[in-house]
């Protein structure tokens, strides 16, 4: 173990700007300096088994051979083309499979290189959508709390209260609906009044299915899902499953709305599409929301397009990934994770301090009444394990290739921090 920090960290750290730090007590990152199946090695020697697959992107683990070699052909005959007018194989070959893996006719596949922008395009198509049918009340959205789907302005909008910092951005922020989830009979009956109330006013409905992430790792059933879908189709709003942390097996199955058997109006994909390789999002249409953007009228067409829109790199990844989804059991793996993060979790539900345990495929969270997450942070690495508390809660996300020994350093390790 060398203890002097590489010149590049100590050279940039007075000149970046970290993701959701107080950058005035933040601690210098950890310098990482390569990263083979689940392990984050360091620069000074030492390695992590990472139980956070890099913000849920790592399904296959880092430096998988079949990406990293796709990715390296690519990048040999074409790394990037605009595609305004011009087309490439990757992005084309990689819409059509979406929709194949995809249920039912979502069908229409538009790139962009970010989650919160997916979620955007996916807003403004469906108040769009309503627009082009002659509806041009419908411009609010309306969405559950304890959600979070990005921290752009429009998605910050959306987020719960909380997390988007709505009171922050008073003003800032398109005033949304933002309600309970309906778990329950009665909270049902009020989402229905509300949306009853502003049918006129409201063209989608948008939520995470089954497991909202970012904004605290809360799970619900698929028949709260289920409940969501009948009203948002009771009062013709565009229902939006925002899939981009549930997609691709982290749930136990390809995609959450699997689970709930129902198909959305559009759907958000993004974090492991490329296998957490590359940026790469994607909003998905069914036919009638495509047909509703058809016309002899050039005004109803869909006017967005990222400036790396279906980047070929980004594309050659995520063809690589859904590769690997097909050949290898990530599904089956998914089931493995879930038992043993069951098993070497279960434990944490009778330490003092813990209010829940809760698992839903390779998800696993420990909900504490309040943590230090820098003193944890520190804990966890001391035991070799990268594992990032945020709000009340500890969590893993491992790659779905995880083994179960893997497994088991990090669901202990998970254990012995929240006791200590
Ligand atoms: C991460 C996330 C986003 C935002 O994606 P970015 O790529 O960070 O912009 C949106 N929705 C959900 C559910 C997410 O987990």
Redesign the pocket.
């Known amino acids: 173990m060398s203890a002097k920090p590489p010149a590049w960290l100590t050279q940039g750290w007075p000149h970046i700007w970290l993701p959701y730090a107080q950058m005035q007590t933040a601690q210098t990152p950890l310098a990482v300096v390569g990263a083979n199946g689940v392990r984050l090695k360091l620069a000074d020697g030492r390695e992590l088994i990472d139980g956070v697959a890099s913000?849920?992107t790592v399904a296959h683990g880092y430096n998988h051979p079949h990406i990293r070699e796709a990715v390296a052909r690519q990048l040999e005959t074409l790394p990037h083309v605009m595609l305004g007018g011009l087309a490439h194989e990757q992005a084309f070959t990689l819409a059509k499979r979406l929709a194949t893996f995809l249920p039912g006719d979502l069908n229409r596949v538009f790139f962009s290189d970010?989650?919160?922008?997916?979620?955007e395009v996916a807003l403004k198509m469906a108040i769009q959508f309503h627009i082009n049918r002659g509806e041009r009340g419908r411009t609010k959205v309306l969405s559950f709390k304890g959600g979070?789907?990005?921290?752009?302005f429009a998605?910050m909008a959306i987020c719960d209260p909380d997390e988007g910092m709505h009171s922050l951005f008073k003003g800032a922020l398109a005033e949304q609906f933002v309600v309970d989830l309906p778990s329950d009979h009665l909270k049902t009956e009020a989402l229905d009044r509300i949306l009853d109330r502003h049918a006129k006013e409201i063209a989608a409905v948008i939520v995470?299915p089954l497991v909202q992430?970012?904004a605290g790792m809360k799970f619900h059933s698929a028949e709260t899902l289920r409940r969501i879908a009948d009203a948002a189709r009771r009062h013709d709003m565009v229902l939006i499953l925002?899939?981009?942390?549930?997609g691709f097996a982290r749930t136990g199955t390809m995609f959450a709305m699997n689970q709930g058997g129902l198909v959305p109006d559009i759907v958000?994909l993004?974090?492991a599409l490329t296998g957490g390789t590359l940026?790469l999002?994607a909003t998905v249409a069914t036919d009638r929301i495509f047909e509703g953007f058809l016309s002899d009228d050039a005004s109803k067409a869909l006017m967005h397009g990222p400036t790396y829109m279906g980047n070929a790199l980004a594309c050659a990844a995520a063809n690589a990934s859904l590769d690997l989804f097909e050949q290898e059991p990530r599904i089956a793996q998914a089931a493995r994770i879930e038992w043993a993060l069951r098993r070497g979790l279960e434990p944490a539900r009778e330490i003092p301090g813990v209010r829940d345990v809760r698992i839903k495929g390779a998800i696993g969270v420990i909900e504490l009444e309040k943590l230090n997450k820098d003193e944890l942070r520190r804990r966890f690495i001391e035991k070799g394990v990268w594992i990032r508390p945020f709000g009340n809660i500890v969590y893993t996300t491992p790659p779905l290739t995880m083994t179960d020994d893997e497994l088991k350093i990090v669901t202990s390790a998970m254990v012995d921090v929240v006791r200590a």
């Open positions: 913000w849920w970010s989650g919160s922008v997916a979620v979070y789907h990005g921290d752009t998605t995470e992430g970012a925002d899939e981009i942390f549930t958000c993004g974090k940026p999002a």
